[in-house]
């Protein structure tokens, strides 16, 4: 009956941090503690579960307005996180879901806020632009693959007047220079799975994917073992995506008449499905007719027909230390940004 009262009650009224407190039999500062889940101060954990069943009860919302008062707008701001992608197909892509995960399974663990996700053309509305990227706003800001919607010189500009009103900017997957970054190394990578090709055995090397550092990587590992380095030979078709690389496996079969590169290296995995489709489609064997290797180790890797040989990306690691390092104030701008490079390791399947 107690307990309906108390339900009844906070209906009609706001219901403050005192009245938690004093339903709770605890302080005022030990409801705080417990609503901001700071590290500052302990709390026994069947004192936290009174707090938060009271909570419940009573309705409790935490007044916005009245933190950010009391801190002042830029300190209540703090703790917000913005996320600013390239386009809608970002959620599509497995690597990139799980970047975002990695973004948002650090942030709850820290107790910030992902404040909003917007995507790079709309920050061109001047309205929108003052109202999501303000100190007063958000505390920081992680820019995921923004570097596919930057095309422009206004881009650019929209770029720059970002970084004047935020400092702690993390790009994720991409890299420039005065921003701090976290991705991997693509002409590393890509020439670390065509040496694996080559100490295979396959002398006969091709490349499927995006025209970035990864066809630079390809390269690097051909002319270090005296193999074919020209790029219009090794360099057979532009993929991003499974349906790519379906039609660039495709393009190749009719160029050549049926004929296919003993091995071939995809910029991604969903490069790789959509090629390996195709090739099943045709009745190609993998690996004893074509060898396949790519890139990323998304979860369907696992899963192809063969089981995809890959290299695996640190995807939910690059999310997670973007947020860290926003935490522990290691993010900088000009001379003071960092880029962080994480490690790479190759998963051996049975497509090579």
């Known amino acids: 009956m107690e307990k309906e009262m108390r339900a009844l009650e906070s209906r009609k009224k706001t219901v403050t941090q005192n009245d938690v407190a004093k339903a709770a039999g605890v302080t005022r500062s030990m409801v705080s503690y417990v609503i901001s889940g700071t590290s500052e101060r302990s709390v026994a954990p069947e004192t936290r579960e009174r707090i938060l069943k009271v909570i419940e009860e009573l ?32 959620f599509l892509r497995p690597f990139y879901t799980e970047i975002l995960e990695g973004i948002f ?42 570097d596919q919607a930057i095309k422009t ?13 935020i400092k702690k900017i993390v790009l994720v997957e991409w890299k420039k220079d005065g921003f701090t970054s976290v991705l991997f190394d693509r002409q590393e990578a890509s020439k670390k799975v065509t040496e ?35 790029q219009k030979y090794f360099y057979l078709a532009e993929g991003f995506d499974m349906r790519t690389g379906y039609e660039g496996m495709k393009s190749i079969s009719d160029k050549n008449n049926g004929k296919f590169p003993s091995a071939i290296v995809c910029g991604s995995d969903e490069v790789a499905v959509g090629a390996m489709c195709f090739l099943n489609e045709k009745g190609i064997k993998i690996p004893s ?44 701008q000009g001379g003071d940004a960092l880029c962080i490079n994480l490690p790479t390791e190759i998963i051996k399947r049975k497509s090579s």
């Open 59 to 90: 309705g409790y919302r935490p007044n916005k307005a009245a933190q950010a008062l009391q801190l002042g707008d830029v300190a209540f701001a703090s703790k917000n996180i913005g996320i600013v992608l390239p386009n809608s197909d970002i």
């Open 105 to 146: 399974t650090a942030a709850h663990e820290n107790n910030y806020n992902i404040k909003f996700i917007r995507f790079f053309d709309e920050l061109n509305d001047p309205v929108l632009f003052n109202e999501l990227i303000h100190p007063e706003s958000i505390g920081s800001l992680i820019l995921l693959a923004v």
């Open 153 to 165: 010189d206004h881009d650019n500009k929209i770029l720059e007047k970002i970084s004047q009103l």
């Open 196 to 230: 694996y090709l080559i100490h295979e055995g396959y002398t006969e090397i091709a490349y499927i994917g995006e025209h970035d550092e990864r066809v630079f990587g390809v390269q690097q590992a051909l002319l270090q073992h005296n193999l074919n380095a020209v």
């Open 289 to 332: 007719e074509v060898a396949i290797i790519s890139i990323d180790n998304i979860e369907l890797a696992a899963y192809t027909n063969p089981p995809l040989t890959t290299l695996n990306v640190q995807k939910k690691s690059m999310g997670y230390k973007a947020v860290e390092m926003i935490i522990n104030g290691s993010v900088g």
